[in-house]
């Protein structure tokens, strides 16, 4: 069963900026969505026409079974949890904790009971009675979300609350909301635009560009099989490598050609999903981590790809290397132990099951 259903959703700005542009989603009763895309996309915006802080241009949502076409802020029993805290600064720990409560008129014999619950979830009872200048960010961004759990809302909404804190810290935080998630069990929508952070948290990752819905899917299927380029160019680090060409048949084999100079044949399982674009200009899409270096040009059940060296990234566990053709520059990753050198001739070869192909931009 759907928590949130959006119907044909679009908010136009004064000045003609379409923020969100006939949006069609759904979130589950249970479901943590991850709402993705780079800034100015519309995800903030998404936000903020289902917690009622905007007004829809068009289209409609609806909030367990229920139409918030009239419905104020207040009444949607949705809690947003934004990137900077907003916590009151005049107030303890528990003072924020319980404040939206009281506002409600929960009596004062459930707050407490509440907001201790909140903070023992969250490792924040020790701090209850200091004030958010006494507190670190990342334990700020800790009241914030427990600010959010105390009202026990029908859903929530996390936009970018931790887009601020390290590296460590940030990875640590992220564990904690998929607990609490599970813990909880109501749905939650975490807008990023962190891939890494979209598939470590994201049963279902939505990917927005310019308002409009590119993908929805599980994070492994948006992975491996992206339904466009600028999909695939969001997800993986290092990004997937793209190479603009065009197809053509020769003596009945389709061959992709990257110049004149280098032309790739294309490996006959292939064929069904590259045979449209014949006589058409394509994109290739190869991951770092598919491609593998080879001196040898002739690798079977292969497409290789010629390549000159340049720069060579040593991580520890492996390498990026830089090639260049012609006209395209790519990446390798590659295990540490191999060390190409600088302006040696190599070849990248990948298996047919790892090409993608997308229509020219």
Do not use: W
Not at 49 to 67: D, H, M
Request: hydrophobic share 40%; aromatic share 4%.
């Amino acid at each position: 069963m759907a928590a949130v259903v959006i119907f044909h959703l679009s908010k136009t700005f004064p000045g003609g900026i379409r923020a969100v542009d006939d949006l069609c989603l759904e979130v589950g009763e249970h479901e943590l969505l991850a709402l993705m895309g780079p800034s100015g996309c519309g995800k903030t915006t998404t936000l903020r026409l289902l917690a009622g802080l905007e007004q829809p241009t068009a289209g409609q949502i609806v909030i367990g079974g229920r139409s918030t076409e009239r419905l104020p802020p207040r009444d949607r029993d949705v809690a947003m949890v934004f990137q900077q805290g907003a916590l009151y600064p005049h107030l303890s720990v528990r003072g924020n904790l319980g404040f939206g409560l009281k506002l409600r008129r929960t009596p004062n014999r459930e707050i407490g009971p509440r907001v201790e619950e909140a903070a023992a979830m969250l490792g924040i009872s020790e701090l209850l009675d200091r004030r958010p200048g006494e507190l670190s960010y990342g334990q700020q961004q800790r009241v914030a979300l427990g600010r959010a759990i105390v009202r026990r809302p029908k859903l929530f909404l996390l936009d970018e609350p931790l887009s601020s804190l390290d590296a460590a810290l940030r990875r640590q935080l992220r564990h904690e909301i998929r607990a609490l998630h599970q813990r909880l069990g109501a749905p939650m929508i975490y807008v990023t635009h962190d891939a890494g952070e979209a598939m470590a948290l994201g049963q279902r990752i939505a990917i927005l560009r310019d308002g409009r819905l590119q993908q929805v899917a599980d994070p492994q299927t948006l992975y491996d099989r992206p339904g466009n380029r600028f999909v695939a160019s969001l997800l993986g680090s290092p990004g997937m490598n793209f190479f603009d060409g065009r197809v053509e048949c020769a003596d009945g084999r389709l061959v992709f050609v990257l110049s004149e100079d280098v032309k790739l044949a294309i490996p006959d399982r292939c064929r069904a999903r590259i045979e449209p674009y014949v006589g058409k200009p394509i994109t290739l899409g190869v991951r770092p981590e598919h491609l593998r270096l080879t001196s040898e040009i002739d690798t079977p059940h292969s497409v290789v790809i010629p390549g000159a060296v340049g720069a060579v990234e040593r991580l520890g566990a492996e390498s990026h290397v830089d090639l260049k053709t012609e006209n395209h520059a790519f990446i390798v990753r590659v295990p540490s132990d191999i060390q190409p050198i600088s302006g040696e001739q190599v070849f990248a070869a990948v298996l047919p099951e790892h090409l993608h192909f997308f229509a020219a931009p």
